[in-house]
């Protein structure tokens, strides 16, 4: 491999294996800096963010996972999860069936890649291909085009929920509150934005409470 160049931000509290195996690789300008969200920084807005399995699920659990996964998709261009360990070792009480439901909602409803890892080795070279890529620029015209506001960086991630179009999204915003009010929000709460109806509203409100558990 000749010439390779590859400048990555890494968030100040990673340290340790994976960063050693990072500092190893050829061309790696590694630059250490606070990130507010997300873990390391690649080239053409890329940015990843890493977590062992048990975070990962025990974000399921208690929901935090949609507000991190929001706030990435409305700063970069393309977001991945590197999930280190096995998602589906019984841990928290949570079934399987929760783990399918937040990856598919994940990859479909909010185009983030989420790619497994053993360990922190595998992590740093799985970023640092990934950072080899990021720097092949695509052609302008296949490029999804980046929300420019943070009002239209909030209607691009609610019109990721189900039955959520462009003009359902600012009626939502605009009639509850923030992306985190909506996340939060009853299907009857939903249901009395214009032209969202109940059938609609039950779905939103079922795919954003997956993971809860009834007692």
Do not use: C
Request: hydrophobic share 40%.
């Amino acid at each position: 491999m000749e010439n390779v160049h590859l400048p990555i931000r890494a968030d100040r509290r990673e340290q340790g294996k994976i960063i050693q195996r990072i500092e190893r690789l050829e061309g790696v300008e590694l630059e250490f800096t606070d990130l507010d969200v997300g873990d390391y920084l690649l080239p053409n807005g890329v940015v990843v963010e890493r977590k062992s399995a048990t975070d990962m699920v025990l974000s399921v659990v208690d929901k935090t996972l949609w507000e991190s996964a929001a706030k990435l998709k409305a700063n970069y261009q393309q977001v991945v999860y590197i999930v280190e360990g096995d998602l589906y070792e019984p841990r928290f009480h949570q079934q399987a069936l929760d783990i399918h439901r937040a990856l598919a909602h994940l990859t479909i409803a909010l185009g983030i890649s989420v790619l497994p890892s053993s360990d922190a080795d595998n992590s740093g070279m799985l970023i640092y291909l990934l950072g080899l890529n990021a720097q092949i620029e695509p052609d302008p015209s296949d490029r999804p085009t980046k929300p420019d506001t943070r009002r239209k960086a909030a209607e691009f991630i609610v019109s990721g929920l189900p039955g959520v179009e462009a003009d359902q999204a600012r009626d939502l915003l605009r009639d509850i509150g923030s992306v985190r009010d909506i996340v939060n929000a009853d299907a009857a709460t939903l249901a009395q934005t214009d032209g969202l109806d109940a059938e609609r509203a039950q779905r939103i409100e079922s795919v954003v409470t997956y993971g809860s558990r009834t007692t």
